[in-house]
């Protein structure tokens, strides 16, 4: 996969540059990014026979499969101020660096999902549940050959001046490759998605 667009702001960008496990979290999610594919060849390429032929869980749990046994990150942190609130869920994938906290949402769901998302990492950053946020989503070309209403990185850019004061980086990808002949990744079961009847290659 290919990182295509990214805003990190600048408290991200400081931490960055002044702090080593700030700096290891950052090249762990990159790794887990690039290395996704959908062949052996080593790229991911998407079928782009039509628009949502493909659904984007495979992708997800690709990255999460990469972060979990690699890197040892785990799924589903709750916040407390989120349990506490009994609103909201827990944070996708989440590791602590010693002491540094950094947690991570991917987002698989429309644009009221994606600011979902945004402001949940927000508050868990104001509340010092996490030290940086990390939100992961296709960018719109991509998306187009994704499930129907994906959210991407060019519709929710507009806002991302609200997260100035958060040590927060928001990451675009993109396929290596565009195929019309390329397996279709499987849909899931839920919002949007259909029941899939072609099989995911994986690695």
Not at 26 to 46: C, D, P
Not at 105 to 124: D, P, Q, W, Y
């Amino acid at each position: 996969m290919i990182i295509s667009k990214q805003y990190i702001s600048p408290v991200a960008k400081e931490l960055l540059r002044t702090n080593p496990l700030a700096n290891e979290a950052y090249r762990q999610i990159i790794q887990a990014i690039e290395l996704n594919a959908t062949e052996l060849s080593g790229k991911f390429v998407i079928n782009s026979s039509e628009k949502n032929a493909n659904g984007v869980v495979p992708v997800k749990e690709n990255i999460y499969a990469r972060l979990e046994d690699e890197y040892g990150w785990f799924r589903e942190k709750p916040l407390p101020y989120l349990v506490e609130a009994k609103k909201g869920g827990p944070i996708d994938v989440y590791n602590e660096f010693e002491q540094f906290k950094v947690g991570l949402e991917f987002e698989t769901g429309n644009i009221s999902s994606a600011h979902r998302a945004m402001n949940k990492l927000c508050v868990g950053i104001k509340h010092d549940d996490i030290d940086m946020g990390v939100l992961i989503l296709p960018i719109h070309t991509l998306s187009y050959y994704l499930t129907d209403r994906v959210s991407n990185y060019e519709e929710l850019e507009p806002y991302f001046v609200l997260l100035d004061e958060y040590p927060f980086i928001v990451i675009g990808f993109d396929a290596d490759e565009y195929n019309p002949q390329a397996p279709i990744l499987p849909k899931g079961k839920d919002g949007m998605s259909q029941r899939a009847i072609h099989k995911w290659k994986g690695y």
